[in-house]
């Protein structure tokens, strides 16, 4: 599948949703949006690495990201989404980076300068 394509980071629209539709959500701040999507990512990575997309690996990408993120405080739902991206499309590992982390990066900078332009918003709760 070509790099370019819209696919690749469907789960954006999923933490959009998030971060402006519901930034106080613990789910929405930064370190569960960057930590989850890179994460899910990771997770996904690995896994096509070593074993391929099988029906088995697709479950147990998402199944690993979701338990992964959860332990390390960095839950976002959209990052399952990002596992499975990664198996229908397996991309190289630059996905890591751009787009996973640079277009979350990306994502939250909207975000912190969107929600803060509204008085009775604030954006992020807390960073970390």
Known sequence: METNSPLLMAPFGATSVLIFGAPDSP????????????????????????F????LVVGMAVSLTIGITQLTGTLHPPAGAVALVVMMTQPDW???LR????GSMI?????????????????PKHWL
């Open 27 to 50: 789910l929405a701040q930064p370190r569960n949006v960057i930590g989850g999507n890179v994460l899910g990512a990771l997770v996904s990575l690995t896994l096509l690495h070593f």
């Open 52 to 55: 391929g997309a099988s029906p």
């Open 94 to 96: 630059q996905f890591l």
């Open 99 to 102: 787009p996973t982390f640079e």
């Open 107 to 123: 994502l939250v900078v909207c975000a912190v300068i969107f929600n803060n332009l509204a008085e009775e918003r604030t954006y």
